[in-house]
């Protein structure tokens, strides 16, 4: 039996702005925004529903508002309609592999770190961002 534990508070303020992949298996970003609508972080991924696919490109929540389990929040939103998906995700930092363990516990996910990714999610062009990158 698998215990659930009872999520962290969570800043009722941060707002998530969700813009849906514009191809298949593009790019998607969930922005988080605190109450004046500043850009906190954002969760940009990528998801192929013929393959089965998925792939985290970058997770970054900003400093003053890390550890509030946003990056959690934010992941759980991401991945709660894909669980059964393969995700992969971008070489992790070692704040990112802590933070990945965690959350494959928790969601059952694999979060398996610079694996291949289907040819879709591949050929989708690239964004860079910067800026609290856990990835
Ligand atoms: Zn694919």
Not at 6 to 26: E, K, L, M, N, S
Not at 95 to 117: I, L, S
Request: aromatic fraction near 8%.
């Amino acid at each position: 039996m698998k215990l659930r534990r009872p999520p962290p508070p969570c800043p009722q303020a941060v707002t998530y702005r969700f813009a849906p992949a514009a191809v298949a298996a593009g790019r998607q970003v969930i922005t988080l925004l605190d109450s004046k609508g500043r850009d906190i972080g954002h969760l940009d991924y990528q998801v192929c529903h013929p393959c089965g696919a998925a792939h985290i490109n970058t997770i970054a929540i900003a400093g003053p508002w890390q550890g509030m389990g946003l990056g959690r929040e934010v992941l759980h939103r991401a991945t709660d309609s894909w669980s059964a998906y393969a995700w992969t995700t971008s070489r992790q930092s070692a704040d990112g592999r802590k933070f990945f363990a965690t959350m494959a516990e928790e969601t059952g996910v694999e979060f398996v770190p610079g694996a291949g990714v289907c040819p879709h999610i591949t050929a989708s062009p690239r964004v860079s961002r910067s800026g609290g990158a856990l990835l």
